[in-house]
């Protein structure tokens, strides 16, 4: 079982924000980890665990013994149950909104705007315009993505950016407002990277143009409520865009050759680095290895356990659903089973304390409200300090190595 320590306050605060039984769910699968693991290890499944082993290299072995075929599973049988929610609750909202108005004696059509008719005042294009703008980006990216790697069919290449892009964008930006539910297919880059019989590394690497753009029409609601032109945003992304580019590999370049990376010099790159790098290798291999030889990801591959994966989440939901229990557990579970339990206890600890405390001394609603503030001004806080450290601690390097 993997385990260490972290010293966080964000933590805690985060428990305040997130919906409490997630949280609960989390922390429960620290604890199912902690229980599991020893049966797995004793019935033979963590057959790579070797007694010793730090807790990066025991998250690794678990992670290619049982754990990631397991939250291949869990995640389609969450996306699954995730789908079936939300659009029944779109009914009930549809529902209950054709209630409303017609208990408030609403009567008559609505008038409704047509696609070729935005929101007056925005500063929106033509909607000829926008659609060609996306044909011409959407284009682009299917070029770049056959020219960098020629194996890639096209076919699937236009589907991706022409159907189903548009199409998850779509169901997304008004279950967004609507159910307040994230719809989204996972796996669906993998796998159509691994169906496509391609070899070597570029393939990971490629842009594919599998995006989702539903979360654009809470940012054009936004520009609505705060007045905001869109003219005056594209100015602002053009200005920053280049910036962000030139500072960033100057900022680069400096940090590259103040020191080793990853070293002692920075410690979070050194253990977190080789964590993500070899978690991400179990996908690579599958397309990087020598044909006849066994893979890392031959041997993470167990499709019994990606089976009862779903089957445990789409069972656990539909039972929690049927005894009217919280279905948010899921989705802690998900989130945290065979993964990093170190920061899931700090964030059970703030969301206890808020529940048992806190609630009653300002007001259940009056707290959820004040939260997020908290969290939001914590972090901008923390992380100023963090760019002053940074910036004196950049400042100090350059000066140590100049020759004067």
Same mark, same amino acid.
């Given at each position: 079982?993997?385990?260490?320590?972290?010293?966080?306050?964000?933590?805690?605060?985060?428990?305040?924000?997130?919906?409490?039984?997630?949280?609960?769910?989390?922390?429960?699968?620290?604890?199912?980890?902690?229980?599991?693991?020893?049966?797995?290890?004793?019935?033979? !499944?963590?057959?790579?665990?070797?007694?010793?082993?730090?807790?990066?290299?025991?998250?690794?072995?678990?992670?290619?013994?049982?754990?990631?075929?397991?939250?291949?599973?869990?995640?389609?049988?969450?996306?699954?149950?995730?789908?079936?929610?939300?659009?029944?609750?779109?009914?009930?909202?549809?529902?209950?909104?054709?209630?409303?108005?017609?208990?408030?004696?609403?009567?008559?059509?609505?008038?409704?705007?047509?696609?070729?008719?935005?929101?007056?005042?925005?500063?929106?294009?033509?909607?000829?315009?926008?659609?060609?703008?996306?044909?011409?980006?959407?284009?682009?990216?299917?070029?770049?993505?056959?020219?960098?790697?020629?194996?890639?069919?096209?076919?699937?290449?236009?589907? +991706? /950016?022409? +159907?189903?892009?548009?199409?998850?964008?779509?169901?997304?930006?008004?279950?967004?407002?609507?159910?307040?539910?994230?719809?989204?297919?996972?796996?669906?880059?993998?796998?159509?990277?691994?169906?496509?019989?391609?070899?070597?590394?570029?393939?990971?690497?490629?842009?594919?143009?599998?995006?989702?753009?539903?979360? !654009?029409?809470?940012?054009?609601?936004?520009?609505?409520?705060?007045?905001?032109?869109?003219?005056?945003?594209?100015?602002?992304?053009?200005?920053?865009?280049?910036?962000?580019?030139?500072?960033?590999?100057?900022?680069?370049?400096?940090?590259?050759?103040?020191?080793?990376?990853?070293?002692?010099?920075?410690?979070?790159?050194?253990?977190?680095?080789?964590?993500?790098?070899?978690?991400?290798?179990?996908?690579?291999? /599958?397309?990087?290895?020598?044909?006849?030889?066994?893979?890392?990801?031959?041997?993470?591959?167990?499709?019994?356990?990606?089976?009862?994966? /779903?089957?445990?989440?789409?069972?656990?939901? !539909?039972?929690?659903?049927?005894?009217?229990?919280?279905?948010?557990?899921?989705?802690?579970?998900?989130?945290?089973?065979?993964?990093?339990?170190?920061?899931?206890?700090?964030?059970?600890?703030?969301?206890?304390?808020?529940?048992?405390?806190?609630?009653?001394?300002?007001?259940?609603?009056?707290?959820?409200?004040?939260?997020? !503030?908290?969290?939001?001004?914590?972090?901008?806080?923390?992380?100023?300090?963090?760019?002053?450290?940074?910036?004196?601690?950049?400042?100090?390097?350059?000066?140590?190595?100049?020759?004067?």
């Amino acid at each position: 079982m993997p385990t260490g320590i972290v010293i966080d306050l964000g933590l805690i605060l985060l428990g305040f924000v997130i919906p409490f039984w997630a949280v609960v769910g989390a922390a429960l699968s620290a604890l199912i980890t902690f229980v599991l693991n020893p049966i797995l290890y004793h019935s033979g !499944v963590l057959t790579t665990w070797q007694p010793g082993m730090d807790t990066v290299n025991t998250l690794v072995s678990n992670n290619v013994d049982f754990y990631f075929s397991l939250g291949i599973g869990m995640a389609l049988g969450l996306a699954l149950v995730s789908i079936v929610q939300t659009i029944r609750q779109v009914r009930i909202s549809l529902r209950e909104s054709k209630q409303d108005a017609a208990e408030r004696g609403v009567t008559g059509r609505r008038q409704k705007r047509t696609i070729g008719e935005p929101p007056a005042g925005r500063g929106d294009w033509p909607a000829w315009l926008c659609l060609a703008g996306y044909a011409i980006s959407a284009g682009a990216t299917v070029a770049l993505c056959k020219w960098l790697v020629p194996s890639f069919s096209v076919f699937f290449l236009v589907m +991706f /950016a022409f +159907f189903y892009t548009p199409l998850v964008s779509y169901l997304n930006a008004p279950n967004s407002g609507i159910a307040g539910q994230h719809v989204d297919i996972p796996f669906v880059r993998e796998a159509f990277i691994l169906l496509s019989g391609v070899r070597g590394a570029e393939a990971w690497l490629a842009p594919l143009p599998i995006e989702n753009y539903g979360g !654009v029409a809470q940012e054009m609601r936004t520009f609505e409520l705060t007045g905001t032109r869109l003219t005056s945003q594209v100015k602002a992304w053009l200005l920053t865009t280049p910036l962000v580019f030139l500072l960033s590999l100057l900022f680069w370049s400096f940090l590259w050759h103040d020191g080793p990376i990853p070293s002692d010099l920075f410690p979070y790159a050194q253990k977190m680095w080789d964590l993500q790098a070899r978690n991400q290798m179990i996908l690579w291999t /599958a397309t990087t290895g020598e044909p006849g030889v066994e893979t890392l990801f031959d041997q993470s591959w167990h499709p019994t356990y990606v089976a009862g994966g /779903a089957a445990f989440t789409i069972l656990l939901f !539909v039972g929690l659903s049927a005894a009217n229990l919280p279905t948010m557990l899921v989705y802690g579970l998900v989130r945290g089973l065979g993964q990093v339990p170190h920061g899931l206890l700090l964030e059970f600890a703030g969301a206890i304390f808020a529940r048992a405390y806190l609630h009653r001394r300002f007001g259940r609603k009056l707290f959820q409200q004040m939260a997020p !503030v908290l969290l939001a001004g914590y972090l901008s806080d923390v992380g100023l300090i963090a760019m002053f450290a940074v910036a004196f601690r950049l400042i100090g390097a350059g000066i140590s190595a100049s020759p004067l």
